[in-house]
């Protein structure tokens, strides 16, 4: 039995690790005029090269409680024009970087509830993607579904609309979990759901896994664990129940009338069983959350750190690899702006060559190694004379002195202490900085400066 302590995994649940993060790093987002936008872009992205593409839908039948991204209660008008809208943002950039010889590795629809779109629109928005951008011979079109959205029809429809990798929000197969979360499906819609995504050819199937629950015990997760892994999914992921402050689940905990979660330790032992289940059934880390039966991964998770993403729709989060820019969240301003022919970014940063070798390095050991080799390809400049030049190098010293990471001659390796600290630390940076970035900018559509954490 665990013991009566109690948390909330909120921005401070984090202690020492949140501390840090607040000290070393700080992201001033700001209003800009559309030249200095179109200028910004063009000058920071790389020509003749590839980059993902993030869309994010904002809609949802239901709003979860805890839910901490940008979403918004289901208008079948509104995303009508919404899906327009996305074209015509898609046109802009289009035109902007047409002579730029860019291609598109991979595209990835979040949310919301991308499952909510037709097959014939995720269409729509591919053929118009092509439209000015070539499309690499083996690029990947990824969509995040709801369990109850995806029957067989709507799954192969939606494979011949050239979506070849599918993310499940299954999340729990316990009911009671399940409706403490505030889902709209139950423990039969995931098992169903997964059925049908496995009749389909997709190149991947991921389910999302969620631990941390109040009232979750040890048992119930590791149950979870087991029954995931019961299917022949490409990839498991793991994400904790993070609190934010902006939704209804930090005031019903505060209030009392959920109950809080568990203390530290149980987030450890729930991570670490998780882990070793995984492993005994065949899927071994890609990342310190993913676990995979094959090297392949699903997301845009590296460019979302390292660049260049593009992101659309009202809430993206975009990273040119010079240029960090978030879009309004507001989806009506959205619509507005684009159709206005404007760029429907709310805030943009420069980032610069350290902060950028920082995001590779943590982006690199959060999918447990790093190369030398490919830090110089990708900087033009060795490993050790680059982040010398940064606050970083004392964090990873103080991370071999600890036993989260080994050096060779090669590289870094995270081991599995560093697994341990990795997970602890990496949500709170999650909570820390896009969570926060989310925060602000869902107050008002147009702020002139957004200061994160």
């Not at 909330?8 to 700001?30: E, H, P, V, W």
């Not at 118009?128 to 951008?133: A, G, H, Q």
């Not at 060559?353 to 982006?363: L, W």
Request: net charge positive; with cysteine.
């Amino acid at each position: 039995m665990f013991s009566v302590l109690h948390l909330i995994l909120d921005k401070n649940a984090f202690g020492f690790r949140g501390y840090i993060i607040r000290k070393a790093f700080k992201a001033n987002f700001k209003f800009e005029d559309q030249k200095t936008i179109g200028k910004c872009i063009l000058e920071t992205l790389p020509e003749n090269g590839d980059i993902s593409v993030y869309i994010h839908f904002p809609f949802c039948r239901s709003l979860c409680p805890a839910c901490p991204y940008v979403r918004y209660l289901y208008d079948g008008s509104l995303v009508e024009k919404y899906v327009e809208a996305i074209k015509m943002e898609i046109t802009l950039y289009g035109k902007l970087l047409k002579d730029r010889g860019i291609s598109i590795s991979d595209i990835h629809v979040g949310g919301g509830t991308p499952s909510l779109l037709s097959p014939s629109q995720y269409r729509e928005i591919l053929n118009c993607l092509s439209e000015f951008f070539d499309l690499k011979s083996d690029f990947d079109y990824g969509i995040e579904a709801n369990p109850n959205d995806i029957n067989e029809d709507y799954l192969f429809k939606l494979r011949d609309a050239r979506v070849n990798k599918l993310s499940i929000g299954v999340q729990s197969f316990n009911d009671s979990n399940l409706k403490m979360l505030g889902r709209i499906h139950n423990s039969n819609d995931n098992v169903k759901a997964i059925e049908n995504a496995l009749k389909v050819d997709f190149k991947l199937i991921n389910i999302d896994m969620m631990y941390f629950l109040p009232n979750q015990s040890l048992d119930n997760w590791i149950n979870d664990i087991k029954m995931a892994t019961e299917f022949n999914v490409t990839q498991v992921t793991l994400y904790p129940l993070l609190i934010v402050h902006y939704r209804p689940m930090y005031k019903l905990m505060m209030n009392g009338k959920i109950p809080k979660q568990p203390e530290k330790k149980v987030f450890k032992i729930m991570y670490g069983e998780a882990m070793k289940v995984l492993r005994e059934r065949g899927f071994l880390p890609i990342r310190y959350y993913s676990f995979s039966r094959t090297i392949r991964e699903y997301s845009t998770v590296e460019r979302e750190m390292v660049g260049p993403l593009i992101a659309f729709g009202s809430g993206g989060m975009g990273f040119t690899g010079g240029c960090e820019y978030v879009n309004t969240c507001f989806p009506t301003e959205y619509i507005k702006t684009v159709i206005d022919n404007r760029f429907p970014i709310a805030g943009l940063r420069i980032v610069d060559v350290k902060e950028r070798a920082i995001r590779y390095v943590q982006e690199r050991l959060g999918a447990l190694k790093l190369s030398f080799q490919d830090f110089k390809n990708m900087f033009n400049e060795d490993f050790h004379s680059l982040i010398g030049k940064t606050g970083l190098k004392y964090s990873l010293y103080i991370d071999k002195l600890l036993g989260n990471i080994k050096t060779y001659s090669w590289g870094i390796e995270l081991t599995e202490k560093g697994m341990f600290a990795r997970n602890w630390s990496g949500w709170a940076f999650v909570l820390l900085v896009p969570c926060g970035i989310v925060e602000k900018y869902l107050v008002e559509p147009w702020p002139k400066s957004v200061i994160v954490p």
